[in-house]
């Protein structure tokens, strides 16, 4: 999923409201990305690309 932190927990508790299991919630892997500090949308694809090529 990707989001900040604060959208991640918003749709996690939308989720849960609406019946969505708290295990099932745990296998979503967010947010995705490296902290790098940046902010754009071009920020954000560069820290997933660079958490892709770690793993």
Request: aromatic share 4%; hydrophobic share 40%; proline share 4%.
């Amino acid at each position: 999923m990707v989001g900040s932190k604060n959208k991640k927990e918003h749709v996690m508790t939308n989720l849960q409201q609406k019946g969505i299991s708290k295990e099932v919630l745990g296998s979503v892997y967010a947010p995705g990305g490296l902290k790098l500090g940046g902010e754009t949308p071009m920020d954000i694809a560069f820290s997933i690309l660079a958490e892709i090529q770690l793993t």
